[in-house]
């Protein structure tokens, strides 16, 4: 995997610059990602067992 160093030094210089917003949200920003990474994991266990994969299917090394 590759990065472009000037995107992510634009990137930190953003994050940087407004950091007084990111710490009046962060707690909104915390929740809102671990809400919706608990969603994406029991959707997709889910239809996983719909769709009747097995677990050879599940773990592949291309995922």
Known sequence: M???PLATGAFAASLY???QV????ALD???SV???SIVIII???Y???WMNLRGSYINTEYV
């Open 29 to 31: 920003i915390i929740a």
């Open 22 to 25: 990111l710490k009046k949200y």
């Open 2 to 4: 590759h990065f472009n």
């Open 34 to 36: 671990l809400f919706g």
């Open 43 to 45: 959707s997709s266990v």
């Open 47 to 49: 239809h996983a067992n």
């Open 17 to 19: 610059k407004h950091f």
